[in-house]
């Protein structure tokens, strides 16, 4: 009567795994300078008025 149904222990241990990947890859991301990021995709620290990095050779409205 206490136990677990197995399928809800197969999608807890998913849901955890999953988790543990999100987490690695959280981490793996926060590690990288945000300065060269910024310089490869092209995006400016400025913001224009909605406080969104410019992104270069793009017009500013559409």
Do not use: H, W
């Amino acid at each position: 009567m206490l136990r677990e149904p197995d399928d809800i222990a197969a999608k807890r241990k998913r849901v955890r795994e999953t988790l543990s990947v999100l987490q690695q890859a959280y981490k793996t991301l926060d590690e990288l300078p945000l300065e060269a990021d910024n310089v490869e995709k092209g995006y400016s620290l400025d913001s224009d008025s909605t406080g969104l990095p410019k992104v270069q050779d793009l017009p500013s409205s559409f």
